[in-house]
């Protein structure tokens, strides 16, 4: 058991955050740009904790029809551990902040048609602006952090990272997720990045650009940065983290001495859905091997699908899983944040 800080609570805390307040003000003045969901809407009101979830999982990670319950039990997690949670998302061309359970059917079915789309920071303005049918889309983390960033959320839920992909030092395939992580102060849970990129670039990436790394673990063990379907990767984490609550108290450091930059917490795969990283490595191996003429954004979902494959669907079980307990844990990490701040 360990106590607050002693600045936790008191009058300076009070003062900054009503910094936040101004972001959400930015949300509601933006007639047009922002469809905010009563429940979310109503949770930035009361100042409750909101956990921010992706899409582009939905849209270019998992098959139909599992992607539709999927993202109604990462909501119904969120809600059960005391978050609400804000699906984002963009759906008929307008930003979708929390999404009623029609919207979240309405994009989930239409993945993998073509007015679908994968959406980071430099397709947002396009999906909105552009002439032509409306579009859609499913935020990858990039897009989710910018999206959360501007509107005053502060904690998502995923499930795999993007980062530096193999022979990126070539291809200069690297996720905006990074960069993105980078430059808005967010706290994202994750199962590790994906477990085909290239994990000491991605980690080396991500100490140039400020970001703090963690793995949730016991502090007196090795702890290795996951790998997604492993709970090991080789690649030791840099740093070990107990709880959500240690967590909350991290992230809230990290804003108030305003670093500007994000916060990535490793939560890895809970040990009864994991898939031995001996089995993994030859399937991965070959997943890359096979999509490796499909480059740019469409990389992802290929390799993705061959893992698919190759695992007979464990693969899918397995994410599913993770993701679940990212959002129990997001959720957790959120509502600490929320108290410290009071
Ligand atoms: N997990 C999946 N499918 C995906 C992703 C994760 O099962 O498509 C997404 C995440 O949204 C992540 C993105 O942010 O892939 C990274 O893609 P890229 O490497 O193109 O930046
Ligand atoms: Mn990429």
New binding site residues.
């Given amino acids: 058991e360990s106590q607050d800080p002693e600045w936790v609570g008191s009058p300076i805390v009070r003062y900054e955050n009503a910094g936040l307040m101004k972001r959400f003000v930015f949300a509601a003045t933006r007639p047009g740009l922002f469809t905010i969901s009563k429940e979310v809407m109503t949770a930035m009101e009361e100042m409750k904790p909101i956990l921010g979830l992706?899409t582009?999982?939905y849209t270019?990670?998992?098959p139909k029809p599992d992607n539709y319950q999927l993202a109604l039990e990462m909501e119904e997690m969120a809600r059960q551990h005391g978050a609400v949670p804000a699906t984002i998302g963009i759906l008929n061309g307008k930003i979708l902040i929390g999404m009623e359970p029609e919207q979240l059917k309405e994009l989930t079915e239409s993945a993998g048609s073509e007015n679908t789309h994968?959406i980071?920071r430099r397709d947002l303005a396009y999906h909105i602006g552009a002439a032509g049918p409306l579009l859609n889309g499913g935020t990858?983390?990039?897009g989710t952090i910018l999206i959360s960033s501007l509107t005053g959320i502060r904690v998502i839920a995923?499930?795999?990272?993007?980062g530096v992909h193999k022979g990126g030092e070539n291809s200069l395939d690297i996720?905006?997720?990074l960069t993105e992580l980078s430059r808005n102060q967010i706290a994202v849970v994750t199962s590790g990045m994906?477990s085909f990129l290239d994990t000491p670039r991605t980690m080396e990436f991500l100490e140039t650009q400020g970001v703090f790394v963690s793995t949730f673990g016991n502090k007196t063990e090795k702890v290795d940065i996951p790998g997604f379907f492993s709970r090991e990767s080789g690649y030791p984490s840099p740093y070990v983290v107990e709880s959500p609550e240690e967590a909350a108290r991290i992230f809230f450091a990290n804003g108030r001495l305003e670093l500007g930059s994000g916060n990535l917490f490793f939560n890895p795969i809970p040990e009864e859905y994991e898939i031995p990283k001996s089995e993994m490595d030859p399937i991965i191996a070959s997943a890359v091997e096979k999509s490796s003429s499909i480059t740019g954004?469409d990389n992802?979902?290929a390799v993705?699908n061959e893992i698919v494959k190759q695992t007979e669907g464990r693969s899918i079980e397995a994410?599913r899983q993770l993701v679940l307990n990212n959002a129990k844990v997001g959720a957790q990490l959120v509502v600490e944040l929320q108290r410290l701040e009071k």
């Fill in positions: 992706e582009a999982i270019h990670g998992f994968k980071s990858t983390i990039a995923t499930g795999g990272l993007g996720s905006a997720d994906k954004k992802t979902p993705l994410n």
